[in-house]
């Protein structure tokens, strides 16, 4: 197994501009989450969701937009970025049926936003 | 709402010192609640868990005891090394049915041989 897979691993944005940050799990995990790591705040989330089809926003969704089509993917969009939204990126996935309660992240995307 | 207050850092300790990271916490319910650590430059990884009280998490050396009457899940080693130098999260998954955490900010530890 792959586990969680996440990219690109860095990427610099300019102000405005749109991208896709990538997350695939092939572990079968119901439930899928971002966070976002920053400096003395520790990991935040972002958006979250318990299955293909359904999600629902975390404790930071503004500026982010996410879908679930599939069980695998849970790709996080940014429509325009902003300098705030300079960050890192985790995306992380659990299986309360197969694996109790355990997250399992993955390597993160390190976004910079000029 | 749920929240983890753990202490600020860095600790710095020479190897085959005690290490001791506090962690406290609010919550609704019954909560899980973990240790993460992570290494320069990785993601996340989990070190232990506890989810019930009275439960002692253990790896690698590390413990914690969830511990309800003080709502703490405090990190213990008894002797560290250089190689558990690392960046240490202490979280909380809630008893709502969503499987999502609630981290407190990181402490940095830092191992000189």
């Known amino acids: 197994n792959a586990g969680v897979t996440q990219t690109p691993k860095f990427q610099v944005l300019k102000t405005g501009q749109s991208m896709t940050l990538q997350c695939a799990q092939d572990m079968n995990h119901e439930y899928m989450s971002w966070y976002r790591q920053d400096p003395g705040m520790g990991l935040r989330l972002i958006h979250y969701s318990v299955g293909a089809g359904i999600t629902d926003q975390g404790e930071v969704p503004n500026g982010y937009n996410v879908s679930r089509s599939t069980t695998e993917d849970f790709p996080l969009r940014l429509l325009s970025a902003a300098p705030s939204q300079t960050s890192v990126y985790f995306c992380a996935s659990s299986s309360p049926v197969a694996g109790g309660n355990e997250q399992f992240f993955g390597p993160g995307t390190r976004l910079t936003v000029l | 709402g749920d929240s983890v207050t753990q202490m600020e850092g860095p600790v710095t300790l020479s190897e085959e010192a005690f290490l001791t990271i506090n962690c406290t916490y609010t919550?609704?319910?019954?909560?899980?609640l973990f240790w993460y650590v992570q290494y320069p430059g990785e993601g996340l990884q989990l070190l232990l868990k506890?989810?019930?009280?009275?439960d002692k998490g253990s790896n690698k050396g590390f413990e914690a005891t969830y511990r309800k009457e003080t709502t703490s899940f405090h990190l213990e080693k008894g002797s560290v090394q250089v190689s558990d130098s690392a960046v240490y999260f202490c979280a909380l998954m809630g008893g709502s049915g969503y499987s999502t955490l609630t981290f407190g900010k990181g402490t940095m530890l830092l191992v000189s041989p």
């Open positions: 506890a989810t019930k009280a009275d």
């Open positions: 919550a609704t319910g019954y909560p899980s």
